[in-house]
RNA sequence: GCACUCUUAGCUCAGCUGGAUAGAGCAUCUGUUUUCUAAACCGAGGGUCGGUGGUUCGAGUCCACCAGAGUGCACCA
């Protein structure tokens, strides 16, 4: 239940009828009329601006054409107490109370779908993000774009989307080779005593090769390890397989499950990079050609190769894009070009791709892409999340590829937790620089925004155990008629924006506004709590031991959204803290 | 040199397709525990929304230019 959607509907209807009777004058679009939130400092619930949108058509000014409308409007809804005219021409709706009753009875009748937006039309979706190169574990760096993604999965499936979340495994290409060459030296040192080449600046130092070359031997009795040309394939199948299975479970530990795992070399044995290039040659949009080296910089080593390019240009990218090494092997591009026309070809509305911040310059020319193989229909929707700053001992911690000196999923979570890591990292805009303190972050007090909105919702669990009734269960309350106070209404008309918070994250694709959300009703309903000190007809349990039904649907409303919020995000809501 | 993102209180940030007197938290100062969970709450001070123009009934929000910060810019993936 939308109120503020209800309202809009009625107030277009009412001006469609007063323009057919004659009236009224309607401009071409009504898009701009809306029906919003007030200012807090405002006595009213709604507040619309359609008179200031009529006002040009109509050649009155916007407070003469609401003065004409308010009256109609309050004439048609009993539940409306005033209706007011602000300048410059705001009209501020105020409810009778009886009004929240109806608000709160519907709301509970079906909680589930409480913000739901019914509006939105219903898409299959495909959301790609981590897509780490299968090299090892997850570090703090794929952490925010791996829950950027999944909550936005989550929104999405709130909102009855049909969504697949894909993972695209680059498996292919010089980094898998020495990634592939540094396990066969691992297991070289296990087997043959052989001392791992620690100088050689392409291969791949870090312990957990070791782990993964003792499973390799373990499981793979069969296979004889003397030269890296006769088992380099099957080792790069087993290698890849073991670093996959070390990302899943540094996944699993975030909270987050793909639907699916895309292989790089299979697109490529498929031959669909071949393909792809074909079409768009048809499309006139490959060529041969050289790419001239940037302006302003220092390009004395700049090589001028004829190679095969895209022609991204064409889509206002700054230069076109290499598809082929000098070796003529495919570049990352052009088996990326293949899986996203695979993607295209699977029939999906809408693409989105997670990006980190240093990716942000791929977009362009993939979005490109996209667009030349869609035929110009523009589908993918690259969403960047930008670095996070992490502070260790009050110190800026910088990570270098260097043993020991990077921290890992798993340091993580086993640090501060998969529920505050992922809170934390969801509470700001993905387009801004998050400061990711430890300390911080670990912190249990109001200053950790995680247990100020879990906080939250354990204060009303312990009021329901304190009746014996299960905060799990449905309430039987079929008689909704209560008188709710000012304060208890400034709530309800904060569980009222829920849904228009939902549909804002779920259409700009910005999941932080669901946190910040959650903390703001958080904070109304702490402020309600300890009101109940002074006053005890604010205290939920009353000096008979008993709750009110109407504290009690009250109750109920503000927990089913927290929860509703929180599972969202992917995060506990323990009933006892 | 170019591209993308950012610039809002001392610090970290919200600000919903342009709306009314710009909001939180931290920090600072101050008060609240015989009480449903003080992991909480009440109150105070703190602002030229980076700058300059423009668009209009109306700009923190849109446009142009300028300044600053971050990221990236060949065949790595």
């Not at 667009?371 to 969403?383: Q, V």
């Not at 998050?434 to 919702?457: G, I, M, R």
């Not at 924006?497 to 999941?511: D, F, G, N, T, V």
């Not at 109750?555 to 803290?577: H, Q």
Request: proline share 3%.
């Amino acid at each position: 239940m939308n109120i503020f959607d209800l309202y809009l509907d009625k107030i277009i209807i009412l001006i469609k009828r007063l323009n057919k009777e004659g009236s009224l004058e309607l401009p071409e679009s009504l898009n701009g009329i809306n029906v919003d939130i007030p200012p807090p400092n405002f006595d009213c619930d709604l507040s619309t601006n359609v008179a200031m949108v009529l006002s040009k058509v109509n050649k009155k000014s916007p407070i003469v054409v609401a003065n004409t409308l308010i009256n109609l409007i309050k004439s048609e809804d009993e539940k409306i107490e005033s209706i007011s005219v602000a300048k410059p021409g705001f009209i501020n709706i105020k409810f009778k109370s009886i009004y929240w009753n109806n608000f709160i009875e519907n709301v509970n009748e079906n909680y589930k779908n409480f913000g739901v937006n019914i509006k939105e039309e219903k898409k299959k979706y495909l959301i790609e993000f981590v897509s780490a190169n299968p090299t090892g574990p997850l570090h703090v760096g794929h952490c925010r774009g791996a829950i950027l993604g999944d909550v936005i999965s989550n929104i999405l499936i709130f909102n009855k989307h049909d969504v697949s979340k894909e993972y695209y495994v680059n498996d292919y290409g010089n980094q898998i080779i020495n990634f592939t060459k540094s396990v066969f030296h691992r297991i070289r040192e296990i087997l043959n005593n052989e001392k791992f080449p620690i100088d050689n600046p392409d291969l791949y130092p870090g312990d957990y090769l070791v782990n993964i070359a003792n499973n390799i031997i373990d499981n793979n009795k069969n296979l004889k390890f003397d030269k890296f040309e006769d088992v380099s394939k099957e080792l790069t199948l087993l290698s890849v397989e073991e670093s996959l299975k070390l990302i899943k479970t540094n996944l699993a530990i975030l909270g987050i499950v793909h639907d699916k795992f895309t292989s790089e070399t299979e697109i490529v044995l498929n031959k669909e990079v071949e393909k792809v290039i074909q079409n768009l040659k048809e499309k006139k949009l490959v060529y041969e050609g050289k790419i001239k080296a940037p302006k302003g910089e220092d390009n004395d080593n700049w090589v001028e190769r004829e190679q095969l390019l895209f022609k991204s240009t064409n889509f206002g990218d700054d230069k076109d894009r290499a598809l082929q090494k000098s070796d003529k092997s495919w570049t990352y591009f052009a088996s990326d070009v293949a899986y996203h026309n695979n993607k295209l070809n699977r029939g999906y509305d809408v693409l989105i791709n997670i990006l980190g911040a240093d990716h942000a310059g791929y977009i362009k020319r993939i979005s490109s892409v996209v667009e030349a193989l869609s035929s110009g229909r523009n589908i993918l929707i690259c969403k960047v999340s930008q670095l996070v700053k992490l502070i260790k001992d009050g110190k800026p911690f910088k990570m270098s590829k260097r043993k020991g000196d990077y921290i890992t999923v798993e340091d993580l979570i086993s640090e501060v937790g998969k529920d505050a890591t992922r809170f934390i990292m969801l509470n700001r805009s993905s387009d801004v620089e998050l400061d990711f303190d430890f300390a911080k972050v670990k912190e249990k007090s109001k200053d950790n925004p995680l247990y100020y909105v879990q906080y939250c919702f354990a204060r009303i669990s312990s009021v329901f155990r304190h009746v014996d009734l299960d905060i799990n269960k449905d309430l039987n309350i079929r008689e909704y008629d209560f008188q709710y106070s000012k304060d208890e209404i400034k709530i309800l008309k904060k569980i009222s924006e829920w849904p228009k918070c939902i549909e804002a994250a779920s259409l700009r694709l910005e999941p932080h506004r669901i946190p910040v959300y959650l903390y703001e009703l958080s904070s109304e309903f702490h402020s309600y709590w300890n009101m109940g000190k002074d006053d005890l007809s604010k205290r939920f349990i009353n000096d008979q031991k008993i709750i009110p039904n109407d504290k009690l649907v009250f109750l109920k409303v503000i927990s089913n959204v927290i929860r509703s919020g929180m599972n969202i995000v992917g995060v506990d809501t323990p009933e006892k803290m």
